[in-house]
């Protein structure tokens, strides 16, 4: 284990306690009284030294906190400024920009069509509804997707609109008595944008109302359908 601590402040603190003792005792130890006055000399100088660090440090702080304060002060004004310009420019065009020498605010691009509506999972409740849930992956950003949910039955290609929905479940509570193929036609829209149709084909074991848990299929191909009226 090392005698001299490692922390500066604590070096400084062992050689001060014992300068006294090393000055009276320095024959004894097999040092000089001059060798104890010369480090005694360095002692103070490192002491000086560091309260000296130690001041600037915290003048540091005190000056990086005024700093902060003043940038922060100095951003919420100007802000004001350039919200009052831009809408000044909302009135009166582009060159209230020019004359402020601030650049005209670029057009925002705009998002991306929303996503193709995937891995449709089905579930009959006990009044016989089928319970629908599926996965889409929208851009990032983006909000207010709907997703429009069309039907046929056995086949068909009359397809009836049943409704739009802003979560990714929906209830069928109208399937047709003795129904043993649903399939559905979905897409996800914004007010600006619609995505990929989607179809599933929902199978049942001899009709909806049967105990069997439905199963769902994929068409990777959107089938010709007719929209009912």
């Not at 003792?21 to 490192?46: N, Y």
């Not at 003043?70 to 004004?77: C, F, I, P, T, V």
């Amino acid at each position: 284990m090392s005698v001299v601590p490692r922390k500066n402040v604590d070096k400084i603190q062992f050689f001060e306690d014992h300068i006294s003792v090393w000055t009276a005792q320095a024959t004894t130890i097999g040092t000089t009284e001059a060798e104890v006055t010369d480090l005694d000399t360095k002692t103070q100088a490192a002491r000086t030294a560091y309260d000296a660090q130690q001041a600037a440090q915290n003048a540091a702080k005190a000056a990086t906190a005024d700093l902060n304060v003043a940038l922060d002060a100095m951003s919420r004004a100007g802000s004001d400024i350039i919200y009052q310009i831009r809408s000044q420019a909302g009135a009166d065009g582009d060159g209230v920009y020019a004359a402020a020498q601030i650049p005209v605010p670029a057009t925002p691009s705009p998002s991306a069509a929303p996503g193709t509506p995937y891995e449709l999972k089905t579930e009959v409740n006990g009044n016989g509804e089928l319970m629908l849930s599926w996965k889409c992956d929208n851009p990032a950003g983006t909000s207010g997707t709907i997703y429009q949910v069309y039907r046929s039955t056995n086949g068909s290609l009359d397809f009836e609109y049943l409704g739009g929905v802003g979560s990714r479940k929906f209830v069928d509570a109208t399937i047709p008595a003795g129904a043993t193929q649903i399939t559905y036609k979905m897409q996800a829209v914004r007010s600006t944008a619609a995505g990929m149709w989607a179809t599933f084909n929902v199978l049942f074991g001899s009709n909806v109302q049967s105990s069997a848990t439905p199963t769902a299929s994929v068409s990777e191909e959107s089938p010709s359908m007719k929209m009912a009226a």
